[in-house]
Nanobody, 114 residues
Framework: QLVESGGGSVQPGGSLRLSCAASETIFSINAMGWYRQAPGKERELVAI???????NYADSVKGRFTISRDNAKNAVDLQMDSLKPEDTAVYYC??????????WGQGTQVTVSS
């Protein structure tokens, strides 16, 4: 019910944009965002934004990543600039409803390497 796009490979310092669209069957959306999981590590929050526009970022991406949301389209984007090799991971779109239902995307690979 969450469809992601935009992953890929880029050199250090480059940019990528991830997009995620939620199914129209999901209602009462409270927040949408992105998590990531690198090999051998736990899944971690990257950025999340509420319906009201309040956004939170992991310290490691502050100033480099920007999350934006289109409430009318139930969509969220993640603009990633100044990418570093340590940003390499599978990125997952996430959605939470007001009824505390959680939804996850299938994941999209982001690789930062020279």
């Amino acid at each position: 019910q969450l469809v992601e796009s935009g992953g890929g490979s880029v050199q250090p310092g480059g940019s990528l944009r991830l997009s995620c669209a939620a199914s129209e069957t999901i209602f009462s959306i409270n927040a949408m965002g992105w998590y990531r999981q690198a090999p051998g590590k736990e899944r971690e929050l990257v950025a999340i934004i509420t319906t009201g526009g309040s956004a939170n970022y992991a310290d490691s991406v502050k100033g480099r990543f920007t999350i934006s949301r289109d409430n009318a389209k139930n969509a969220v984007d993640l603009q990633m600039d100044s990418l570093k090799p340590e940003d390499t991971a599978v990125y997952y779109c996430y959605l939470r409803t007001y009824y505390i239902n959680h939804y996850w995307g299938q994941g999209t690979q982001v690789t930062v390497s020279s």
